[in-house]
């Protein structure tokens, strides 16, 4: 059971319970009022991940002469076409041994070396 925060002055005692979808696997959390019932609060837990797509300058600069030229002038370089990049969110490379090796019972690895700096 949970307080529920209804506004600055009142709160109301709830059940919190989470709950697993059959159709899709995916995990909500349910707050329910513990006197009326009323389904107070649902949320899913379920992230989901994705492609990110960019277009980015892939030269060192957006146009040549750029950041600038050393003195004025009235030439102006060409534009440069920005390119589309996509990077898959299910990439091996950045975690080629997941997050923790199997039977490691520390979080150290090639992702994380989590300690506590005295």
């Known amino acids: 059971m949970v307080w529920l925060p209804m506004n600055r002055t009142s709160l ?8 697993t979808s ?8 349910v707050v329910v009022d513990a006197e009326t019932g009323e389904v107070l609060v ?3 837990l379920t992230n989901y991940l994705t492609n990110a797509s960019y277009r980015v300058f892939a030269a060192e600069s957006p146009a040549p002469m750029l950041p600038g030229l050393p003195a004025p002038g009235t030439n102006q370089a060409a534009l ?4 589309l990049v996509t990077l ?6 950045a975690s080629p041994n997941g997050w923790i090796n199997d ?3 520390e979080t150290k ?3 994380v070396d ?3 700096d005295l």
């Open 12 to 19: 109301r005692l709830c059940w919190q319970v989470q709950l």
């Open 22 to 29: 059959r159709s899709r696997a995916e995990l909500y959390l």
């Open 42 to 44: 649902r949320r899913s």
């Open 114 to 116: 989590a300690h506590t």
């Open 80 to 83: 440069v076409q920005r390119t």
């Open 109 to 111: 690895g090639n992702n």
């Open 103 to 105: 039977g490691d019972t």
């Open 88 to 93: 898959s969110a299910l990439s091996a490379n």
